[in-house]
C-alpha cells in the first residue's frame, strides 16, 4: 500500500499596508493563489506579529504612520532574511523612494492593484502573485554593485552591434553591475527589466548615476546609438524598428507577453527580426521563461546569446528556460557579463 506524499505547506505572506482595503485586497488576492496570509496595519504590529507568524514573503507598503517602509527593510535586513515585495502607489517623480527601497533590501516592486477595468485589476493581481512567487525561489540578495573589473571593457572600433537584455527578479542589482562596467563607447543597449508602470524613469535616472553611459526611459523614436541605454518604460513594451538613420526605439501597450509588459521576448523578437547577426542577446536573473523564445529567435537569426550562470543569479528560471531551450551560446557569471557581452576576455 503506497502512502501518499505529504502535501507542500502553502507559502506564507505577511500584507503590511496601512490601508484597511488593501490589506483586505491583497490577503484575499494570495490566499485565492492557494497561499497563507495575514496583514498588519504597519511595520510595528508585523514585528509583533513574525514573532509568533513567521512568513516566508513580505508584501511591503513604503508610506505608513508610526514606522516607515524604508525603516523596517533596513530592519528587516540587520534581524532576517526575509524576501520582500515592495507593494506601493508610490511612482512618478517619487519613484527614487521606491529605488531606495531595492537598495535596502526589496527584490521587486509592483504597483498597487489598479481599479480601473476588470482586465487591469486581474492583471495587476497576476503580477503581484508572481513577484511573491519569485521572491520566495530568491537566493540570499548579493550586494547592489557585483565586482567588476575595475577598467571598463572596451568596444571594438568600428563596432555595429545592438546588445539586448532581459531581467525580472534580481535584475536591478545585477544591471547596475553591467552598466556601471561599460565604456562610453559602447554598442547601442536595449534593456526590459520588469518593472510596473511609473517606476522606470527613476531606475533609469538611478543606472545613468555615475556610468560613462547615458541612460533613458525608452521613447518611441529614440535613435539607438553608440554610448545609450534605452530601458523599457513599465507598463509598455519595448521594441526596434527601422528608422530614416538607423535602428529606433518603439513603445506600445499591448497585451502581457509571457505574464509580462514590457515583456524581453517582444524585445529580443523584434532585435532578431531588425538587428540578426549583429545583435547580442543577454538573459539575466529572474523568474519564468519570458526571453527563452526571443533569444531562440536571436540565435536562429545568427545573434550571439548570452544567460547568466544559475550561482550569480537571485533566481534562476528565466537563464534556466533558455538554457535548456537550447537558445544559448555562452553561459556566464555576473561578474563577467560586461566584458562578455562587448565581445571581450574578461580579466581575471
Given amino acids: ?80 532574511s526575509l524576501p520582500v515585495v515592495v507593494c506601493s502607489g508610490v511612482a512618478g517623480s517619487r519613484g527614487a523612494l521606491a529605488m531606495r527601497a531595492l537598495e535596502e533590501g526589496a527584490l521587486e516592486i509592483v504597483a498597487r492593484p489598479r481599479f480601473g477595468s476588470r482586465a487591469d485589476f486581474e492583471e495587476s493581481l497576476t503580477l503581484l502573485r508572481d513577484a511573491v512567487h519569485a521572491a520566495a525561489q530568491a537566493r540570499p540578495r548579493r550586494p ?107 513603445v506600445a501597450r499591448g497585451p502581457l507577453v509571457a505574464r509580462h509588459r514590457p515583456s524581453v521576448n517582444v524585445l529580443f523578437s523584434s532585435v532578431a527580426g531588425l538587428i540578426g547577426r549583429d545583435a547580442t542577446g543577454v538573459l539575466l536573473t529572474g523568474m519564468g521563461d519570458d526571453g527563452r523564445d526571443g533569444m531562440l529567435a536571436l540565435r536562429a537569426a545568427g545573434g550571439r546569446t548570452l544567460a547568466q550562470d544559475e550561482a550569480t543569479c537571485v533566481v534562476f528560471g528565466m537563464p534556466r528556460a533558455a538554457i535548456e531551450a537550447g537558445a544559448v551560446d555562452e553561459i556566464v557569471p555576473l561578474e563577467r557579463m560586461a566584458a562578455a557581452m562587448l565581445g571581450t576576455r574578461a580579466r581575471t
Avoid at 39 to 45: F, S, T
Avoid at 55 to 74: N, Q, S, W, Y
Avoid at 183 to 191: E, F, H, L, Q, S
Fill in 1 to 80: 500500500m503506497s502512502v501518499a506524499a505529504p502535501a507542500p505547506a502553502a507559502l506564507r505572506v505577511l500584507v503590511v499596508d496601512d490601508s484597511a482595503v488593501v490589506r483586505q485586497l491583497l490577503v484575499g488576492a494570495l490566499r485565492e493563489a492557494g497561499m497563507t496570509a495575514q496583514a498588519a496595519a504597519d511595520p510595528i504590529l508585523a514585528l509583533q506579529k513574525m514573532r509568533t507568524w513567521p512568513p516566508d514573503v513580505i508584501v511591503l507598503d513604503l508610506e505608513m504612520p508610526r514606522m516607515d517602509g524604508l525603516t523596517f527593510l533596513r530592519l528587516l535586513r540587520n534581524q532576517h
Fill in 144 to 250: 547592489v554593485r557585483p565586482a567588476v573589473s575595475a577598467a571598463p571593457a572596451r568596444a571594438a572600433a568600428g563596432d555595429r552591434r545592438v546588445i539586448a537584455i532581459g531581467a525580472s527578479t534580481g535584475g536591478t542589482e545585477a544591471l547596475h553591475a553591467l552598466i556601471g562596467a561599460l565604456p562610453a563607447d559602447a554598442p547601442p543597449v536595449v534593456v526590459v527589466q520588469h518593472m510596473p508602470e511609473g517606476f522606470t524613469a527613476a531606475f533609469a535616472a538611478r543606472l545613468g548615476d555615475g556610468a560613462r553611459v547615458r541612460v533613458k526611459e525608452a521613447e518611441s523614436g529614440d535613435a539607438l546609438v553608440p554610448g545609450t541605454v534605452l530601458i523599457a518604460p513599465g507598463g509598455r513594451h519595448l521594441a526596434v524598428r527601422r528608422g530614416a538613420r538607423g535602428p529606433i526605439a518603439e
